[in-house]
């Protein structure tokens, strides 16, 4: 088990990095104003359970494997890239759902395991987690403490818990700000279309980055 001391300074360094916005805050904070609060920590939690993936692949040694492995790492970063288009695409494309107070609790329920379904695949899909564990736990891995692979498990958990903290906040941020904007101008639709679009350019510019990812970066964005 890695020492206190070791913790402490994960968990100073985990919110560095946190506090950041990156690609899954960008993707928490566009549900978020889209469609409210509860779809919003939807995604956070599958951001999280994408998250928890890779901390059981880098304990695996997968990461390690896929960061190695040309084939490997070209498939998930293009199969992600893709996914991240298709969706953006789709927002941009298609006509906005009605707004979450118009829309009926099986609706609602249904955009709620939707987001959650897609923040899983999206940080799965993301090689540049894959890469942010290898580069970010090492350091504070420490051989003389005991099993590397249950450091690594224990350090990937608290980066996890202290980024769902570090993202929820972001969502319940959004959500608010967007809620009181529609209260304020009562031009909720149209505060709507201007999120899908803004949500669906977001996505679009994650898919092409991702698909342009270089196989051997050292310091990825996870946040």
Known sequence: MPSLATLGLCA???????VIPGPAVLFIVT???????RVGLASVVGVHLGTLVHVAAAALGLSALLVSSAAAFGVVKYVGAAYLLGL??????SRPAPAPADVDP????????????QGAVVNVLNPKVALFFLAFLPPFVDPRRGPVATQVVVLGLTYLLLGMCSDG???????????RLRRRTG???????R?????????????????????HATRPAAG
């Open 169 to 179: 906040a972001y969502a319940l941020a959004a959500a608010a700000v967007a809620e």
């Open 106 to 117: 099986l609706a609602r329920a249904a955009s709620v395991r939707g987001a959650l379904a």
């Open 195 to 215: 999120g899908r679009r803004a949500s669906g350019v977001v996505y679009v510019a994650l898919g092409v980055l991702a698909a342009v990812v270089p196989r």
């Open 12 to 18: 100073l360094a985990s919110l560095a990095l946190l």
């Open 187 to 193: 031009a909720r639709d149209r505060l709507v279309r």
């Open 88 to 93: 953006g695409l789709h927002r941009l494309l």
């Open 31 to 37: 549900r978020s104003v889209e469609h409210g609060r």
